[in-house]
Every structure is written in C-alpha cells, then in structure tokens.
C-alpha cells in the first residue's frame, strides 16, 4: 500500500497564493507518475496537473501560467505552487498516485485524503 498525506491548504484571498505538499509513504513502493486534482461543490473531480517520473508535466488549461508542479523524487513528494488564485480555483484538492507496491506490485491508484482551498475575500 502507499499512503498519501496532503498540507497546505487553507483560506486565501483572491490574487494570493498557496503551495500544497503531498508526502508518499509505505514499504518497497515505486511511483511512476503523481498529481493534483480538485473538486469544487456540485463539480465532478478534475485534473489540475501531473508530473512524470522523468519530470514531464501537464496542466489543465484553467491553471496554466498560475500553477507549477514539481516533485523531489528523495522525499517521494510532489508540490503545487497555486500564484494568482481566484474564487474559482476553490475546491478539494486531492494528491493522486500511479504506483507499484506489494504484494501484486500491479500499477494503481493511490489517493490522499484531499485538503481545502478556499479563495474568498
């Protein structure tokens, strides 16, 4: 199993910003890919971004120019820098993991607990 344990959520005003952590954790897993997804009230899920295990990157278009996405491969944790958020950007943020573990090490889905953004003045 990996567990993924989101921080860094909270309450923003609107043009601020705000960086979410996700810390992976477990025994002899191995992470292809992480990202980010939301899901404001009344919203299905959606994609914020994604980072490979080789780095690459994708976003949605909503949040291109405003997020950054990275991750540091020791600590088994992505981060989402959010600049200029706004009263849209409001929603659950959930961490998202591609990942191999024991017992089967078959690639799956692994998701955290999801942490609150609020952009509200």
């Known amino acids: 199993q990996v567990q993924l344990v989101e921080s860094g959520g909270g309450l923003v005003q609107p043009g601020g910003s705000l960086r979410l952590s996700c810390a992976a954790s477990?025994?002899?897993?191995?992470?292809?890919?992480m990202g980010w997804y939301r899901q404001a009230p009344e919203k299905q899920r959606e994609l914020v971004a994604i980072?490979?295990?080789?780095?690459?990157?994708n976003y949605a278009d909503s949040v291109k120019g405003r997020f950054t996405i990275s991750r540091d491969n020791a600590k088994d944790t992505v981060y989402l820098q959010m600049n200029s958020l706004n009263a849209e950007d409001t929603a659950v943020y959930y961490c998202?993991?591609?990942?191999?573990?024991?017992?089967?090490?078959?690639?799956?889905?692994?998701w955290g607990q999801g942490t609150q953004v609020t952009v509200s003045s």
């Open positions: 980072i490979t295990s080789s780095g690459s990157t």
């Open positions: 477990g025994s002899s897993f191995s992470i292809n890919s």
């Open positions: 998202k993991s591609e990942a191999r573990a024991p017992p089967t090490y078959t690639l799956r889905s692994y």
